[in-house]
């Protein structure tokens, strides 16, 4: 008798792990197409990627490594947004924002060593990070959550922080160049590139020593902190730790593979079609900034815009801190020239967003009114790609 029940109980525990272990295969269908998807280009070597001679195939192409490359994306996101949870803020973000910045690092590098020396690409990729974060998703960010709560609040000190390194580094990298008399045009010497790249490096290591441990509490809206752990809870099914560390490995490391596939198809349709080289860099920070930005809206409908702030910033700063000296190494090591200086309307634009961003965040709450003003900004930005 003990013997039949102790067999039942046995068979009940292996039927539920089972449905358990088919549930997290069928969650987890993204990685099964992205890494097939990544087999086949991988196969297929040069062929599907550089098919310039036929527009439309290149095209096609293109679209569908873009939406295996963002589904796979959101998916890192969530695993990310799981170890968020157990882990608790700002270090969740944090995994989320370092994974989003190697895939850019990746696009943009391979975009560089494609075809034709495009030393404007890196500045494009990152001047548009900023222009899509600090106004297309903050604006939606606000907006959005403006008209369910009508105010929200988060923690000053660390959007100071956020602001403070940002805008230093933003004036150093994308403005200076245009006023440095060492060499001609909006471009930086190798002595000064050296000095720039060290100084990102620095200033950023020493940011996530102040945003990790000697000031966390900055980074964290204790107002809010319970009900943005209980929110989380019920949105997300969190296992345990090594499976989402496991599966947010996967996940970046199948976009990287498929990374390196789309920078080729994407540089010969901007060659192709005679688009605007800012057109790349738009859609290279489109790409990355997508899942964060989906988790920063939810988070502000959750009424959790600390952690909103937490994502978005935390993007630009990581993208200006980390990408720019991923560019300026590529440009020194294989002698490539790289363009620094943010020109035209976009200089104008770049320094008001900055502006903006400060005055939106001089206080401790937010309102519908900043969201617009955001929103219309990021609208400015769209319009001058396509008419500088």
């Known amino acids: 008798m003990l013997a039949r029940m102790s067999g039942k109980a046995e068979q009940a525990r292996e039927a539920k792990n089972a449905l358990h272990l088919g549930d997290a295969i069928r969650g987890e269908i993204a990685l099964l197409i992205g890494l097939g998807t990544a087999a086949i280009f991988l196969a297929a070597g040069s062929q599907l990627v550089e098919i310039v001679a036929y527009p439309g195939a290149m095209i096609v192409v293109l679209i569908w490594l873009f939406a295996v490359i963002l589904w796979s994306a959101i998916s890192?996101?969530?695993?990310?947004?799981?170890?968020?949870?157990?882990?608790?803020?700002?270090y969740g973000t944090l995994v989320l924002t370092l994974s989003a910045i190697t895939i850019e690092v990746v696009v943009v590098s391979t975009a560089m060593l494609h075809g034709e020396n495009n030393p404007t690409l890196g500045r494009d990729a990152v001047f548009s990070v900023i222009m899509?974060?600090?106004?297309?998703?903050?604006?939606?960010?606000?907006?959005?959550?403006g008209l369910r709560y009508r105010e929200q609040h988060y923690n000053l000190q660390g959007v100071n922080s956020y602001l403070n390194v940002i805008m230093t580094l933003a004036v150093v990298g994308l403005v200076l160049p245009n006023f440095t008399t060492t060499t001609s045009g909006p471009t930086f010497s190798v002595e000064q590139e050296i000095f720039l790249l060290v100084i990102s490096l620095l200033l950023y290591a020493i940011f996530l020593l102040i945003q990790t441990v000697r000031h966390r509490r900055y980074f964290i809206d204790s107002n809010h902190a319970v009900a943005a752990a209980s929110s989380a809870h019920h949105s997300l099914r969190v296992r345990s730790t090594g499976f989402h560390a496991a599966m947010l490995l996967l996940y970046l490391i199948t976009v990287i593979l498929l990374a390196e596939k789309f920078a080729i198809p994407l540089d010969n349709s901007i060659e192709r079609f005679g688009l605007p080289q800012e057109f790349g860099g738009a859609m290279i920070a489109a790409l990355v900034l997508a899942p964060e930005g989906i988790g920063a809206i939810e988070a502000s409908l959750q009424n959790e815009l600390q952690r909103s702030i937490n994502i978005l910033l935390g993007s630009v700063l990581a993208t200006i801190g980390l990408t720019i000296p991923a560019v300026l190494t590529i440009g020194l090591v294989t002698k490539r020239s790289v363009t620094l200086g943010v020109q035209g309307g976009n200089l104008p634009l770049l320094l008001l967003t900055l502006a903006v961003s400060v005055v939106t965040f001089t206080s401790r709450k937010t309102n519908v009114l900043q969201g617009c003003i955001h929103l219309l900004l990021f609208a400015v930005f769209v319009l001058l790609i396509f008419a500088p």
């Open 132 to 145: 899509i974060a600090l106004n297309g998703f903050v604006g939606l960010c606000l907006l959005m959550g």
């Open 76 to 90: 890192a996101a969530r695993h990310a947004d799981c170890l968020a949870i157990k882990w608790g803020e700002p």
